[in-house]
């Protein structure tokens, strides 16, 4: 039987996924350093908010506040003892935006890294950040989320355990990972080897993909390698909302709602099933999204100075082991994580 998200994905062909988490939540008054899944408890009307300001604006998907719910991630704030609860919380709340919406939309359980090295480059196990994910997916499983999306990941070990923790806890996952530095995640994975990282494991994806990273013409570039290497796979794509810029202390974003709607647009014409926006995209970015994927039908598919031309020059570029750049156009490019 298909799952919740393959059955939306067979009905409708591309889907929307939400905006930024944390700078919307930064907007409504969260304080640097503090931890947002806290607010799941804290300010629920503030998490329900976000939810409902996506779905109004056209989302498909919305992800739960629960990035950071690993134990891990929670000592930092000395909430490791709180995990299952406020994921379960995270998901709740979500459920029920998405529950009164009037349509179809999907709760995906936000979980991120650790944000601890695995061995042999740190003191984690594989099987103690297995353990951790479980934890987490099993706090969000109860609250009622449709999917596990494992995001943002940098080791392709990392985002292993996190798929085979969905596989234990017996929900469907997603994952992405962030090509950052040099066209490759920080530990290396490129983006045409993304579909190797579950090898083997009983449960495959639902979809696997990219997020975060640089801006939008970057990760599109990531996009044509991941669609050039396996042509009909369900791939995500959830890219900044233009180029972060430091203004005095505060960090803007370039991205305006028309660079996002063409950012869809070719992002459609590139291969992607799921198209999202990341750091820094607003609901009136997303409403632009969703307005230019209802109103594009998939196109030529586009090269890397096709890209460049319409959304803005590349910002991490790296040549390919021939001294071309790497992927389709061979132009040299890529990405770093703001």
Known sequence: MATPLEALLAEKGVLLADGATGTNLFNMGLASGEA????????????????????????????TNSFGGTRHRLKLHHAQDRVHELNEKAARIARGVADKAGRKVIVAGSVGPTGELLEPLGALTYDQAVEAFVEQMEGLKAGGVDVAWIETMSAPAEARAAAEAAVKVGLPYTYTVSFDTAGRSMMGLHPRDIYEVADGLPQAPQAVGANCGVGASDILSSLLDMTAAKPDATVIVKGNCGIPEFRGTDIHYSGTPELMADYARLAIDSGAKIIGGCCGTSFAHLKAMRDAIDGHAKSERPTIETVVERIGPLRNKQADESGAGSGEGGSGRRRRRS
């Not at 899944?37 to 498909?60: C, M, R, S, T």
Request: proline share 7%.
């Open 36 to 63: 947002p899944e806290l607010w799941n408890e804290d300010q629920p009307e503030k998490i329900a908010a976000l939810h409902q300001g996506f779905v109004d604006a056209g989302a498909d998907i919305i992800l």
